[in-house]
């Protein structure tokens, strides 16, 4: 069997995103995982360009899932159960947070300061938001944590982990293609950087 490999994200404009869905995705990113003194934040490794560009694929129109009904409550365990694909979930879910906002405190999430925005997250993923249109807070808070953790975890081809920044924090090799002389070596850093699916960027255009 033959497969074709990932196609480089380029970041630049949102393919799925509106501009105002866009800057509410990167604040929340940015709250799900802040800037620190070990990697940058959510927002700047790129975590809503992976979200962005996912929902525009498979994932987002769910086309690899079997989806008729009928359509019941499932366990814990099971995951999301409803009809309604990624795509749809996030075009429905961002709008009811800031119409939910704006009724209640007059601004969007965008415009609320650092702790107000993670209180209310905080409280959406408790469940103690009701957000108009039916949109159930812990369902959805989990899809856009699933996500951003994707994104920063991720192969950078694929629009997130700038830098690979979350590799270099936890010592991830990548996709080097051996790394037997280390596997042993435990509780010791890795002393190589890691390495894209494409490679590392010094790499690109030698011996053009």
Known sequence: MTSDPPTQVVAGGWHFFSAQEAALVEAIVDRIIPADELSMGGKEAGCAVYIDRQLMGAFGASSRLYTQGPFLPGLPTQGYQGE????????????????????????????????????????????????????KGPGFFGLLLQNTMEGFFADPVYGGNKDMVS??????PGARYDYRDHVSKHNQPYPQPPVSIIGRPEWLGKGA
Do not use: C, H, S
Not at 111 to 128: C, H, I, R, V
């Open 84 to 135: 309604a694909n990624p795509a749809q979930r996030y075009r429905t879910g961002l709008a009811a947070i800031d119409a939910f906002l704006k009724q209640r405190d007059g601004k969007t999430f965008v415009e609320l300061a650092p702790a107000e925005q993670d209180a209310f997250l905080t409280a959406m993923e408790a469940g103690k938001v009701d957000l108009p249109n039916g949109v």
């Open 167 to 172: 590799w270099r924090m936890l010592g991830f």
